[in-house]
């Protein structure tokens, strides 16, 4: 049921319900389903990301793309999910390519209206989307620093 236990959180900045489970995905044996301590510290963090100013929703998908988490309808959730996996796979081949021995921490994409930073979480990929005027700029957070800087030397 939507808002139930297989849901995520209400998200306050989205005008959409929370979306439960798809009913239509069946998980095999060869990747294992969440457990329930995984999807409370999963459920934990997404309110917390949900918190924050200006998220528009989150997606929480498996190692194989699939989402088991999402505050997005149905159509976006798909879609946002088999883009950003494909593109994190591309991703994590260019780090282990380029950087032996590193591994990809976080990964973001703006856009003029969005902001789509990808999360490992354990097994688990978190996408947030964030609308862009609700976020600072590189060049914001420079300014920002620079005068805090300068209130604290007087």
Do not use: W
């Not at 920002?144 to 007087?154: F, I, L, N, V």
Request: charged letters at 20%.
């Amino acid at each position: 049921e939507v808002g139930g236990q297989n849901s995520c959180p209400p998200n306050k900045h989205s005008q959409h319900p929370p979306l439960p489970l798809s009913p239509h995905i069946s998980f095999s044996h060869h990747f294992h389903t969440p457990s329930n301590t995984q999807m409370s510290e999963l459920d934990e963090l997404t309110k917390k990301v949900l918190d924050n100013k200006g998220v528009e929703g989150i997606i929480v998908i498996n190692s194989l793309g699939i989402p088991i988490r999402s505050t997005f309808e149905n159509r976006a959730t798909v879609q946002y999910s088999a883009q950003i996996h494909s593109l994190m796979d591309k991703a994590y081949s260019v780090c282990r390519t380029m950087n032996v021995g590193d591994d990809l921490e976080c990964f973001r994409v703006r856009t003029k209206q969005n902001e789509i930073i990808v999360t490992p979480v354990r097994d688990y990929m978190m996408i947030t989307v964030q609308r862009m005027e609700e976020v600072a700029t590189p060049q914001e957070v420079a300014n920002k620093s620079t005068e805090e800087g300068a209130t604290e030397e007087q």
